[in-house]
């Protein structure tokens, strides 16, 4: 009796699920306005309703470490832009470059750096108006570095926990310390880094690999906040100081937080409306939907089986990461993968891989993530087109390589 009530329990479950994560997939439900945020908390609603888990089950699901984590990040990086800090970055990099390659090597070790401790998301939303100052000041085509820009984001995220929504949900559920996650992954977004670099160079060879020079133009004096500048860096070195000293992310990030909204500079309403709020409903959502269907769907056999069979060689797990991460976007991928990665007998090790591959399979397409969508978008609203052949003339082989980088590293 008990299994035949539990039947349209487990319907409903895969239903919810594959429903969910297809519009996770097209981007949009045909007809209807929701999209992927709307369709993640539709998603994990209707598991509640439908009896698959219930309500206390439900708000469990939700990893408040991983939310805890990338609020407290959030709100750090709004500080950082609002007290003018990358602007000030901006200006000292434009004054000191004379030749495009010069300034592609800055706008990529820019971008990637900051990325690799704050979120590539949020410095991309910040980085991308500043790369078109500088490019279109400087009478320069906008693509080849707008393509730096999103593709050093991706690849240098996946340095550290703090790089990336992913990251820092693969932290929290595995357990990996914040100082063997950056051991382990650094040295694949340093090879990235260049590698991005001498692609683009190569296949904007007309604009990079000459000995043309440019004059700077005049810039007007950087709007900036010392106070608030001295102030934000110092709580994001004690803040990375904690993370590599083993202070539990989450809880470090929050106090960070917490510490920077006590402000007179600045009006509090600026900061939170620097936050992606979307984002983190989004990750409520899903991981809702995902532990219903784990709960209805897949048995620990099952899921012993399938890992066994499929995900214990890196290349493979790689693979299946990659492709997925392009299909239905990373953070879904990673959290669809996690009760087969658990199931491993090297769990922190299969993690390390999967970050490595869904971070870097960002670059495939301009698809891809959604770093390469807010640099697309931030361009379009300056009149500048990223086209998605271009796009992928870099990115496509730019994938292929550092992934292979990244499974002989692991």
Sequence with gaps: MTDLLAQPQIAAAVFIFAATYLVLAIGRLPGFRIDRTGAAFLGAALMVAAGVLTFPQALYAVDFD?????????????????SGFFRLITA????????????????????????????????????????LDVVLKLERPPVPYLLGTAMASNIGSVATIT??????????????????????????????????????ALLWRSEFLTRARFAVPPLPPARA??????????VTAVLIAAFFLGVEPGKAAVVAGGVL??????????????????LLLMFVGLFIVVAGF??????????????????DHPA????????????????PAV???????????????????????????????LLGSVANLIVAQKARMRGVNLPFWDYFAVGAPLTVLTILIGIWLL
């Design 316 to 331: 493979i797990l790689s693979l299946i990461t990659a492709a997925l991460s392009n299909v239905v976007s990373n953070v």
């Design 294 to 311: 784990e709960k209805s769907e897949l048995g620990p056999d099952l899921i012993r089986q399938v890992a066994a069979q499929h995900l």
């Design 163 to 200: 790089g990336n929504p992913q990251n820092i949900i693969i932290g929290s559920i595995s357990g990996i310390s914040y100082s063997h996650f950056a051991g382990a992954l650094a040295p694949v977004a340093a090879i990235g880094l260049v590698l991005a670099v001498a692609l683009i």
């Design 335 to 365: 959290l669809v993968l996690r009760p087969f990665v658990s199931g491993l007998a090297d769990p922190a090790h299969a993690w390390l891989v999967v970050a490595m591959a869904a971070t870097l399979a960002g670059n495939f397409t």
């Design 261 to 278: 909204l006590l402000t007179r500079r600045v009006k509090i309403e600026k900061v939170y409306a620097e936050i992606d709020w979307t």
């Design 66 to 82: 991983t939310i805890a984590l990338l609020l407290g990040m959030m709100i750090l990086v709004a500080n950082l832009r609002l």
């Design 92 to 131: 000292h990099v434009i004054r000191r470059v004379n030749r495009p390659l010069t300034l592609l090597i800055a706008i990529v070790l820019v971008s990637g750096l900051f990325s690799a401790f704050l979120v590539n998301d949020t410095v991309c939303l910040v980085l991308t108006p500043l790369v």
């Design 225 to 234: 906040h010392a106070g608030m500048i001295a102030k934000t860096l110092l």
